[in-house]
């Protein structure tokens, strides 16, 4: 039975990583749309997820191919890279030369290259105590990045805006809290710096890259640091003005409506909006206010109106230029 050393199992194990194509892993032509991308990972990220699929460590490696792969094309400047054949699979620098042989091609020059490497040379190590051709003896182990791997969390409108933890299981077996940092948008990514899949002959293990998916509010609207919300008031309260409570981030706040107001009016809560992320400051709460009339009619109003309208002119078409 042949010995694999070490430096050769390596070798192997590299061989395999650079021959995986990212795009055949997703199931995707070169052509694929960003769009596409994101999809075909979402779906088969479900597909494959340890949690979904516990002691099968067939399909946890599935899962770390499908996450790769997108880490690697999801970035418009990596997939640039890749397609040119200036990096490989896992992201990392393709040699000029052959890394461990003493031939001239260079690497990337055809699909038998496999990134540097010479089928040759390789089943010579496997079958020749890992001697290469020349006579020279085997070199030292290549260094490796591990693979980065992509999660994704989904918090609340409120969560995102004020800050959060959330606890994720990695694929490594291991739980961790995730901070959420206050201000977080939607689909904003967090990158845990050594959290990925670890490296190969010493190198640094990869991130986990955690997607943050922010749930809808009910009434709350995100315009970068401010919030904005349509506020539906009475016919008394526009009419004789009032003091309402309003809703913010932070719990209901006392609101007072000038006498007089209309639909479309907006009134201004200064720092009640999202903190910003880098200097912590807030932005503003833009209060629209919408005028709602009883519902069911009220005939005495109906018949106060009637009585109104007779002697007074109150064409509101004509007043912005719609007659």
């Given amino acids: 039975m042949v010995a694999v050393v070490p430096d050769l199992f390596d070798r192997i194990l590299y061989l395999v990583a650079v021959m995986r194509d990212p795009y055949q892993v997703l199931g995707l032509t070169r052509s694929a749309s960003a769009e596409e991308i994101k999809q075909a990972y979402r779906k088969l990220a479900k597909q494959y997820h340890p949690d979904l699929n516990p002691g099968r460590p067939d399909i946890e490696q599935r899962f770390k191919d499908v996450s790769g792969a997108y880490n690697l094309l999801s970035d418009t400047e990596k997939r640039g890279r890749f397609d040119r054949g200036e990096i490989d699979a896992n992201g990392n620098e393709r040699p000029l030369h052959r890394a461990y042989s003493g031939g001239g091609r260079s690497a990337g020059a055809g699909a038998g290259d496999f990134g540097g490497f010479d089928a040759e040379d390789l089943f010579s190590d496997l079958f020749g105590a890992g001697r290469r051709r020349g006579g020279a003896g085997a070199g030292a182990g290549f260094k490796q990045r591990g693979t980065d791997i992509a999660y994704s969390v989904t918090v609340p409108f409120t969560e995102a805006a004020l800050g959060t933890k959330r606890r994720i299981n990695l694929s490594t077996g291991k739980s961790i809290d995730v901070a959420i940092p206050p201000g977080t948008e939607d689909q904003q990514k967090l990158r845990l710096k050594g959290q990925g899949i670890a490296g190969m002959g010493g190198a640094p293990a990869g991130d986990a890259i955690v997607e943050v998916h922010v749930e809808q509010h009910p009434f709350f609207v995100r315009k970068e640091s401010d919030i904005h919300l349509e506020l539906p008031i009475s016919l008394p309260e526009a009419v004789l003005g009032a003091t309402i409570k309003v809703p913010t981030l932070g719990g209901q706040v006392a609101v007072k409506v000038p006498r007089g107001s209309n639909t479309g009016g907006t009134l ?56």
């Fill in 268 to 323: 201004r809560l200064k720092g009640k909006g999202i903190p910003d992320a880098k200097s912590g400051i807030a932005g503003d709460q833009y209060v629209k206010l919408k005028v709602v009339l009883p519902d069911p009619p009220d005939s005495e109003l109906a018949s106060f109106l009637e009585r109104w309208a007779k002697d007074r002119s109150y064409d509101v078409r004509k007043k912005v230029g719609l007659e």
